[in-house]
T-cell receptor, first 113, second 116 residues
Framework: DAMVIQNPRYQVTQFGKPVTLSCSQT?????MYWYQQKSSQAPKLLFH???????NEADTPDNFQSRRPNTSFCFLDIRSPGLGDAAMYLC????????????FGQGTRLTVV | GENVEQHPSTLSVQEGDSAVIKCTYS??????FPWYKQELGKRPQLIID?????GEKKDQRIAVTLNKTAKHFSLHITETQPEDSAVYFC???????????????FGTGTKLQVIP
């Protein structure tokens, strides 16, 4: 059964039109991450939550924001998508305590037209 | 912040040969080093991991070694098979700090091709 679920799998949005990507988890993990992955590149961390404690990476554009209303759900909002924001967006979760793996969702592939 | 470098960027091996991928990290506080395999269009999936208190770990055809002094770790795949073809990412994770988080930084990836 899927433990980290991202919706939708594919999203097409217009240049400048706000878009929201969603992630849900059934693992009850405290930590949730959002990564951006462009073709042939490594996943790049945008931000992450430890419970409701939000941690933004220094080089994450202001155009990207996130919300985590509860443990299970996390959203990535792109306020004004540009062509350069087309990418795969990966959500991951992780428990705390002794270091363990991060579990990834299937990703949402965003196309900007 | 943590910086993870990975080499080579591409690797082609004949089926049955071994493949070795190497990574270095910058922050000596990192304490957890996972390796992920990512097939085209799919999510990264953990294949093996190692914690900083261990020097080597093996799981069937896959092994990982860690040299904390030199700050590098390596993935070894023996008896490679065509289904091992994928992109492999190393990663390093910093321990929880005050305020609490465990940041995971990825290497640049290695595209492994196993030639039948």
């Amino acid at each position: 059964d899927a433990m980290v679920i991202q919706n939708p799998r594919y999203q097409v949005t217009q240049f400048g039109k706000p878009v929201t990507l969603s992630c849900s988890q059934t693992l009850n993990h405290n930590v949730m991450y959002w990564y951006q992955q462009k073709s042939s590149q490594a996943p790049k961390l945008l931000f992450h939550y430890y419970d409701k404690d939000f941690n933004n990476e220094a080089d994450t554009p202001d155009n990207f924001q996130s919300r985590r209303p509860n443990t299970s759900f996390c959203f990535l909002d792109i306020r004004s998508p540009g062509l350069g924001d087309a990418a795969m967006y990966l959500c991951a979760t992780r428990t705390i305590g002794a270091p363990t793996e991060a579990f990834f969702g299937q990703g949402t592939r965003l196309t900007v037209v | 912040g943590e910086n993870v470098e990975q080499h080579p960027s591409t690797l082609s091996v004949q089926e049955g040969d071994s493949a070795v991928i190497k990574c270095t990290y910058s922050d000596s506080a990192s304490n957890y080093f996972p390796w992920y395999k990512q097939e085209l269009g799919k999510r990264p999936q953990l294949i093996i991991d190692i914690r900083s208190n261990v020097g080597e770990k093996k799981d069937q055809r896959i092994a990982v070694t860690l040299n904390k002094t030199a700050k590098h770790f390596s993935l070894h795949i023996t008896e490679t098979q065509p289904e091992d073809s994928a992109v492999y990412f190393c990663a390093a994770s910093l321990p929880r700090r005050t305020g609490g988080y465990q940041k995971v930084t990825f290497g640049t990836g290695t595209k492994l091709q196993v030639i039948p």
